[in-house]
T-cell receptor
Framework: GDSVTQMEGPVTLSEEAFLTINCTYTATGYPSLFWYVQYPGEGLQLLLKATKADDKGSNKGFEATYRKETTSFHLEKGSVQVSDSAVYFCALRAGNNRKLIWGLGTSLAVNP | GAVVSQHPSRVICKSGTSVKIECRSLDFQATTMFWYRQFPKQSLMLMATSNEGSKATYEQGVEKDKFLINHASLTLSTLTVTSAHPEDSSFYIC???????????FGPGTRLTVL
């Protein structure tokens, strides 16, 4: 069945460091791919999405490119801030199904 | 952006009692809402899909008689945990799909503790 695999955390970085959180997927057909973020004490928020191969989603300095050849959707940010400390979830939605398939989440801590 | 609220944000109850959690889409109509459970340091587990005006669709392994879902209107879905036990303690999250953008918006979650 469809699945999402994320790199395990926690990830700890210093402010202004480069961030990569790996995400790969297995799906039949052509899924839509998402990154959600959960800040401490808050609900999940959509960070960015891509709906077809080679699309790049971007928001708040974060980017992820839908790579069909490697079935990946890695999250990157060039210079992280303390306020980026949160848990990041990769997810996919396959076909007409509105259900999201979730990765396990990666906790990011950014130190000043 | 669209807002989804949940009430209560946190509840503590005694074993054997029932607890109702409300999920509301505040500024949009949601024909479809989802209920999730999130265990500590784990991902979200989809429990059921709630469609307005029809019966909820439960995921495999989720007891429909224990987790009663009612999607009474286009802006409200409720989850009732019946005869709660300590193993039902968890973080329950709802989400709603905003029809025009087909984007899923999440509530802030409800922390349930069963003593």
């Amino acid at each position: 069945g469809d699945s999402v695999t994320q790199m395990e955390g926690p990830v700890t970085l210093s402010e202004e460091a480069f961030l990569t959180i790996n995400c790969t997927y297995t799906a039949t057909g052509y899924p839509s791919l998402f990154w959600y973020v959960q800040y401490p004490g808050e609900g999940l928020q959509l960070l960015l999405k891509a709906t077809k191969a080679d699309d790049k989603g971007s928001n708040k300095g974060f980017e992820a490119t839908y790579r069909k050849e490697t079935t990946s959707f890695h999250l990157e940010k060039g210079s992280v801030q303390v306020s980026d400390s949160a848990v990041y979830f990769c997810a996919l939605r396959a076909g007409n199904n509105r259900k999201l398939i979730w990765g396990l989440g990666t906790s990011l801590a950014v130190n000043p | 952006g669209a807002v989804v609220s949940q009430h209560p944000s946190r509840v503590i109850c005694k074993s054997g009692t029932s607890v109702k959690i409300e999920c509301r889409s505040l500024d949009f109509q949601a024909t479809t809402m989802f209920w999730y459970r999130q265990f500590p340091k784990q991902s979200l587990m989809l429990m059921a899909t709630s469609n307005e005006g029809s019966k909820a669709t439960y995921e495999q392994g989720v007891e429909k008689d224990k987790f009663l879902i009612n999607h009474a209107s286009l802006t409200l879905s409720t989850l009732t945990v019946t005869s709660a036990h300590p193993e039902d303690s968890s973080f329950y999250i709802c989400s709603a799909i905003e029809k025009t953008t087909d984007t899923q918006y999440f509530g802030p979650g409800t922390r349930l503790t069963v003593l």
